[in-house]
């Protein structure tokens, strides 16, 4: 890595720590923090701390960072940046596999079986749209597959909720509005564990990425072996993906948005130096958003999505402009 | 289902459509007294009926009726009649009720969220179809029930299809009941109904009790001292939301002697909070209602954090009312909503009476 | 080093049979034939991407494809942010670890690789920034660090000046010489291939075969009759 990378890397290390404390605190309105000094288990202000600013914060870092990751593999597998977990339709495929878990079994199904049942309709989907892939060879075309794919698994989503029970529905309403606000303390280390397996394979894929950016065909000469990577990647953003729609709903535009401004900033396609910064630059992102909500929160109630797709929507709009399209 | 589509219908479509200043100074006929948004002018034979716009309180439909002519309705230079009634809401159902009308009803909403067993009773013997909500229920249903007068509640558009309607004689007149900030307000639509079913003395009746009835409550717990602090609602999505200060329910906090813990919140709709902000606020309160679940088990489960609440944890003071019960009486009804609200914020009276509306959760 | 005898080249229909060619190390061959006789599908059998339709290549060595196989496209784009010289040290990917890590080995060869090539002034440059002759060098530069023993070219001067042409041309020829390995690629251009390579190859799609002539053997007339007998307007 080149010097002016560990330089950058490092200052938007030290921006994101600066963040998260400000975010732990609850953004610029309250100080609990500083109130710490005082910190006894039983204060409100800790149990604050503890039980509603911790997991959110954990949540936030989490889910930025694996959205952008599997983004940025998409798009390098895909060679396509305008992929992503959403537009493709992976995020809804982890949120339809949800949805017949929660309805089947209520909301008193496991943390372990909806995680599972996320990550499968992701890996489900995956493969869907990988199927699309060899028949669809325009990379918009492969967009609005993904795109019709999300309309028709809603609508089945929809047909499901008509017909299920009162507290199921309801726990399935709230989580499908995209939120860091629901993650649970005792949720946190499954997720943490989750993202630790997803987060040690990636070390393993800076190999293969670099390979595929010139292609699958000619990364074949080179010694990828493609069935094997296609697997392998597969699996790692259906985790990272599964993972955060479990917890958090569907989150548009991080994953999109994020692997292209980190393109932009650190202008390689190194892809060690790519995932460094993907998982720096998309926590930083979805922090940053939702540090927005908190600052607004008493003005006016701001669903995160709304923030994330402000941020996100104009920057896809400007990568497409941007391009010489090869369609 | 149920609760879902009252708590949603509660939190955002009130959120919506929060603190419109009243400006609207009428002329009002000195029958009604507690109504904003409708209003009776009687010449003769004939009486004029207002319905007033919620959002610009201009005059949205006005209603013309003749004594002589039962059942008819006259509005923008058409005749139409009120024999056959459709109801897209449960309230207009209890309204109904009270002057034994419901023989009229020939279409609702949906079954689910009826509480009576009459209207149940005609429902599954096909006397009385199902629509489903005003946004998707098929034009074409509607004109198969052979009625001749929708009532819907209003929001300040016209009905899907209303000009379609007009043409083959189905009146859709809006109801703002929901927009009344007084509880005898709410009530006072009866008069209205009364109207249009020839029933003007029982309706007139009824209200004239029941506002009599409301007063002798208020008189009688007038010294009762403030309760503990009391909250309502839960989570949706990430924000939760709780009537606003000028609302009917914060009215009846008020009357009730509630130490409502957003009483000084401005508007007539909802306001939305954070989950910090009710934690931190409200962490330390008495009292919970309608918290949107069935059993304490399913709320917890919904959301682990509800358990940080004080009202939950003792495990005592957590309240959930019927929903269709409660959608259907409590606006007819406001005496006894009253009486369960002043039984539950205030144990130290040691009243007998059973809860009609309200459930603690277990 | 690469015998081939008795082999048919074809995915799904016989394209043309080969009797007997052998390719050696050390020199630089031209496939010439018409459009569509099949020379993709005979480099991508040479390539090991498909299989011959009856028959078998044989080969001396036995090593990982990725070290024996080099291939190079008729033309390739630029990848943005994709420097060059990164774009030319993905060469080395057979030789490197699981994590990819060049070596302070790999990086004296591509820097040697690029002096000889003369590209020492594009290193630095994205890929989507230099001309299609210089990424045509490149992709050269980076076959060349995959050090094997064939590298096989699909039409590798098709999209350039005639100026890039021989000189692209020119660097095959020394560059087979010098790493004594065999190139091979196709080409429509007959003119400077006579003029350089060291045996051409031409497919003859009237009998269906394909044949080896050694460059002191064969002229243009000769070629142009194997390649397009039926063109008689050619012979004028």
Redesign the interface.
Known sequence: MRKQYSLLISLLIIVLVLLTFLHLNGGFNSWILMNLTEFNTNSTESIILKEIHLPRTIMVLIAGSALSIAGLLMQTYFNNPLAGPSILGISSGSNLFVAITLMSSGIFSSNLSIISAAILGAIFFSFIILGFSLKVKSTTSLLIVGVMLSAFTSSIVQLIQADSTLDALRSFTIWNFGSVQQVQLDQIPMILFFFFIGFFSLIFLIKPLNLLVIGENQAEFLGLQPRKIRWILILITSIFTGLVTAFCGPISFVGLAVPNLVKLIFKTTNHKTLIIGTLIVGSLFLLICDLITYSLEDLISIPLNSITSLFGAPIIIWIIIRRKWND | ????ICTLFFGIVLFGCKSKKENYKSNKNENITFAKHFNIIKKGDKTIVSIIHPDNNKIDKTLYFNRNKPNTIWCNNITYHSNAVICFSSTFIGLLDKINELHRIKGVENKNLIYNNEIITKINNELIQELGSPETASTKKIINTKSELILFSGFGHEFPNEKKLNKLNILCLPIYDWKETHPLGKAEWIKLFGIITNKEKEATNYFNKLKARYFNLLKKYKNVKQSAPLFSGS?????WFLPAGESYIAKLFKDARINYVEQKSKGTGSV?K????C??NY?NSSYWLNP???SIK?LV?????YR?FDALKQNTYCYSHNPNLYWEKSAIEPDSLLMDLIQISHPELKLKRKLYFYKKLH | MIEINKVTIGINANLFSIDKVKLEKGKLYALIGKNGSGKSTFLKTLGELIQPFKGEIQWRMNSRKEQRIAFVTSKFDGIEYLTTYDYIALGRAPYTNIFGKLKSEDHDFIKNICNKLNINSLLDKFTTEISDGERQIASIAKAICQDTELIILDEPIAFLDYENKIKITQILAEIAKQRNCCIIHSSHDIDISLMMVNEILIIDSVNKKLTQHPIENINKDKVLNIAFPNDQFLNI
């Open positions: 289902m149920k609760q879902v989570l949706i999505g990430d924000f939305s954070s989950f910090e902000y934690l931190k962490k949107g679940n069935k399913s489960a919904q959301n682990e954090k940080l």
